[in-house]
T-cell receptor
């Protein structure tokens, strides 16, 4: 099925550094979602974005819904060890076309 | 802790076995989903139930049979699976199918087919 272009594919950073990742699509979405998945667990919803241009924060996480509705980014400030995991973006269309289209994922590793 | 509960957490079965995966949520959500996730890949949608009726089947082989006994429960019946069906099976739920209703996932069942 269709997947969103998510980058980078992986990141190796030191604790305390800021992180930035993004997703782009050729299609317009009504909703952008960011999930984090730890090994052996299901994806956990981090941030949901519903409006073009919307900027939303959740603690150290900030995400924006692109003005064209075709992209989104997620920033993590002052990374800590528990930020390790795989981050997925997901786009969702209107009712009737509301299936989630997932990004390919960004694997975040923190170097001690 | 997730509010979507899946059992069992792990399942090993032979290709001739019949087993079922179970999913339960008590958030009052009326849409429930089954996803399949292979290692290092994003989840892939299999089925969507809306108000206890099957609304989307993503051309899933008939050896996977979903069932929604009530608004809180979702089952996935498995029969005659193939080794390539080994994966993490995730259940999710949302208030309804609308685009402003984010999906919440369970922790999945890790399925291994011998």
């Amino acid at each position: 099925g269709q997947q969103l272009n998510q980058s980078p594919q992986s990141m190796f950073i030191q604790e305390g550094e800021d992180v930035s990742m993004n997703c782009t699509s050729s299609s317009i979405f009504n909703t952008w979602l960011w999930y984090k998945q730890d090994p052996g667990e299901g994806p956990v919803l981090l941030i949901a974005l519903y409006k073009a241009g919307e900027l939303t924060s959740n603690g150290r996480l900030t995400a924006q819904f692109g003005i064209t509705r075709k992209d989104s980014f997620l920033n993590i400030s002052a990374s800590i060890p528990s930020d390790v995991g795989i981050y997925f973006c997901a786009g969702q269309g209107n009712f009737g076309n509301e299936k989630l289209t997932f990004g390919t994922g960004t694997r975040l590793t923190i170097i001690p | 802790d997730t509010e979507v509960t899946q059992t069992p957490k792990h399942l090993v079965m032979g290709m001739t076995n019949k087993k079922s995966l179970k999913c339960e949520q008590h958030m009052g959500h009326r849409a429930m989903y089954w996803y399949k996730q292979k290692a290092k890949k994003p989840p892939e949608l299999m089925f969507v139930y809306s108000y206890e009726k099957l609304s989307i089947n993503e051309s899933v082989p008939s050896r996977f049979s979903p069932e929604c006994p009530n608004s809180s429960l979702l089952n996935l019946h498995l029969h005659a699976l193939q080794p390539e069906d080994s994966a993490l099976y995730l259940c999710a739920s949302s208030w309804d199918r609308g685009s402003n209703q984010p999906q919440h996932f369970g922790d999945g069942t890790r399925l291994s087919i011998l």
